[in-house]
């Protein structure tokens, strides 16, 4: 018989220990591997830095292409025109609110959109009151809401501000989003304001406010190119809009004789190579750097041609020192931006620059306006 046997565990084999010893870095490795890595987040993070900050201003322009299409939307149901918040006829009465509402008409109100609080369905704008031959609307406010309908204030309290300020009012927003509180009326750098509006994005809301506060939109316009041309012309000098009767009538686009040279909405704000975000040179301490106040500064613009590009604050300021060296005698401002408005040789709000040697107020005061330029070209 063939016996069996139980309990085999391996087959020829027999069994043994081995001790493997196993060691740790020493200090001098793990120094080296920090240093390493050190390098690496050294090497890495400005890179990842610039990506990023060229993905905010990439989305900055395109918040651009789509305006410039709101433009050509509004315009194409405005006979072409730029948009304008005042009536055309504003100068017959010397640029006079109250006279205007007790003589002439009284004018679409200057509104911001609807919101709902409760049950309630409210209207926001800045209204003139129910003076004069608005009596019949019983509208509340009054004519201190006059400066948001003209392009820019140029003397008085309100001096600097206007409705070149925001293209965010129902009147034109209904082109974009009918929503003041757009994100696209916000560059993703512009993160003083998009502090206060970004919590109004995800409501249904065209406007909403809490306890009366407002951001106004990034962009901007050219206040100059809102005016009729002869507002600040360079042959015979600035003329105040009150003393022409169409001075406050907003020419059309095809007017424009250099649209691929003349800005049409730019970054308000210094957003590019800024130093800082709060402008001390302001009272108050909330209001921010303009486009103009840095010579590193390079907002983000559309053209009137449609074409959208960064352009930098030396470009201005080279292209005016060019055109001037080239004036005709006959001009009574030679630069590309006119020195003879009531904001005087600083310009818009000059004398608060960040850089003693930045000076420009290029797209705000282009001599000529909407026929100007802003810029010259090739070099």
């Given at each position: 018989m063939q016996g069996t046997t139980s309990g085999r565990t391996g087959f020829g084999q027999s069994s043994f220990s081995r001790t493997r010893v196993q060691g740790g870095f020493t200090?001098?490795?793990l120094l080296v591997v920090v240093s390493i890595i050190a390098l690496l987040i050294a090497i890495l993070l400005p890179a990842i830095g610039k990506a990023r900050d060229a993905a905010l201003v990439t989305q900055s322009l395109a918040n651009l292409r789509n305006l410039s299409a709101a433009n050509a939307a509004y315009g194409a149901d405005w006979s072409d025109r730029q948009f304008t918040a005042i009536p055309?006829?504003?100068?017959?009465?010397?640029?006079n609110c109250g006279t205007y509402l007790s003589t002439v008409a009284c004018p679409p109100q200057q509104l911001l959109g609807w919101s709902t609080q409760g049950s309630a369905s409210i209207m926001w704008g800045y209204f003139l009151g129910s003076t004069g031959l608005c009596a019949q609307y019983a509208y509340t406010g009054n004519c201190g809401n006059w400066s948001t309908y003209k392009p820019i204030?140029?003397?008085?309290?309100?001096?600097?501000?206007?409705?070149?300020?925001?293209?965010n009012v129902k009147a034109f927003a209904s082109y974009v989003g009918n929503r003041f509180y757009d994100p696209v009326f916000w560059a993703p750098k512009d993160k003083q304001n998009?502090?206060?509006?970004?919590?109004?994005?995800?409501l249904a809301d065209q406007f909403a406010s809490e306890n009366s506060e407002i951001s106004y939109s990034t962009y901007c316009w050219s206040p100059a190119a809102m005016y009729a041309p002869d507002v600040m012309s360079s042959t015979y000098g600035f003329k105040n809009p009150n003393s022409l009767p169409a001075g406050y009538r907003s020419p059309a686009v095809g007017m424009a004789t250099y649209p691929?040279?003349?800005?049409r909405m730019l970054?308000?704000?210094?957003?590019?190579?800024?130093?800082?975000?709060i402008?001390?040179?302001?009272a108050g301490g909330l209001e921010p750097w303009y486009f103009n106040h840095g010579y590193n500064s390079a907002p983000a613009t559309l053209f009137f041609d449609g074409h959208v590009a960064m352009m930098g604050v030396t470009d201005a300021m080279e292209a005016d020192v060019r055109v001037k060296q080239t004036a005709p005698a006959t001009a009574v401002e030679k630069g590309l931006w006119h020195r003879g408005t009531t904001f005087g040789a600083n310009g818009y709000f000059g004398a608060q620059s960040y850089d003693f040697y930045v000076d420009t107020s290029y797209h705000i005061l282009t001599a000529d306006g909407i026929q100007g330029r802003d810029t010259a070209g090739g070099k």
């Open positions: 200090i001098v490795e055309d006829d504003a100068g017959l009465v010397a640029g204030e140029f003397t008085g309290v309100n001096q600097g501000f206007g409705s070149f300020r925001m293209p998009l502090a206060i509006a970004e919590k109004y994005f995800s691929d040279l003349k800005t970054e308000h704000q210094w957003l590019q190579n800024t130093e800082s975000t402008n001390p040179n302001f």
